[in-house]
């Protein structure tokens, strides 16, 4: 069989809205997850036995006994009696620990290659449903398409909004990572409404910024400096942080504030992308 390749795009949470704490220690969450045209690539070639390789700039910060890529595969291998085999290769671009649902992202790459490797021609949902016990992001990172999560954010519904496909977009981390338990456990609590998919994404909100921005001070630095670009339209935090996102309203403005910034804060991470 011969090799084969999965991308692996980088998630944002265009709004995140924390409804409720429950007694589990989950969240009630209202999300609209979207994904740009940046991340990691997985590649996959036939073997005998499990391995994973990874490289790429940000392949130190993985442990790879424990990568979700592997729990990925010993998951669908189980549920759909194949051996768990393969010579995997994961080239690492997305930050860890970054709220850009690297892990996951991976996680769902791994699922969609071994099916389509393994001819599995299962549907959509049967695949959701593995997903959903590897982490709440991965059903959304599996789809990998606009979709408005509820619950702990793996109850997806599609969702169609031509204003944002195609839309620039400029991811700046500022190289901290933070994690997503302290964040949630910093919530204040309060219940800020419901999160209307719809609506413009300017009156929503992500109300994991106020926590994250207590951990990390320096993502309100980013925001703000983002803030200040030329022909951007919005600028949010995504997930638990720390990477803050900017929507713009053309390329070139967009890359004019890749180019201001990278000269301003030569140690943040940056890349330019577009929404898909």
Not at 28 to 51: C, K, N, Q, R
Not at 235 to 241: F, H, P
Not at 247 to 259: K, P
Request: proline content about 7%; overall charge negative.
């Amino acid at each position: 069989m011969p090799a084969l390749t999965e991308f692996a795009p980088a998630k944002l949470n265009l709004a995140l809205h924390v409804r409720a704490r429950n007694p589990d220690g989950y969240h009630d969450l209202e999300s609209i997850f979207a994904f740009v045209d940046f991340g990691d690539t997985l590649h996959l070639t036939p073997a005998e036995v499990l391995s994973l390789t990874i490289d790429g700039p940000f392949a130190a910060a993985l442990v790879d006994d424990d990568n979700l890529v592997l729990r990925a595969v010993r998951a669908l291998a189980d549920a759909s009696g194949r051996p768990a085999a393969g010579r995997l290769r994961l080239e690492k671009h997305i930050p860890v620990a970054a709220g850009l649902g690297g892990g996951s992202a991976d996680a769902a790459a791994a699922l969609r290659l071994l099916a389509r490797s393994w001819q599995l021609d299962w549907p959509p949902a049967r695949l959701a449903e593995i997903a959903s016990g590897l982490g709440a992001d991965v059903p959304a990172c599996l789809y990998g398409s606009l979709q408005f999560g509820t619950g702990r954010g793996d109850q997806l519904a599609p969702m169609q909004r031509h204003d944002l496909a195609g839309t620039p977009v400029l991811l700046v981390n500022p190289r901290v990572a933070v994690a997503t338990g302290p964040v949630f456990r910093g919530w204040d609590g309060i219940d800020r409404g419901t999160l209307d998919p719809a609506a413009p994404l300017a009156v929503l909100r992500n109300d994991l910024a106020a926590p994250a921005i207590a951990l990390a001070p320096v993502i309100a630095t980013v925001i703000a400096a983002l803030e200040q670009q030329p022909g951007v339209t919005l600028v949010r935090m995504s997930g638990s942080g720390a990477t803050v996102f900017a929507l713009f309203e053309s390329d070139a403005t967009r890359n004019g504030a890749v180019q201001q910034l990278s000269a301003q804060f030569p140690d943040w991470w940056l890349t330019g992308t577009a929404l898909h």
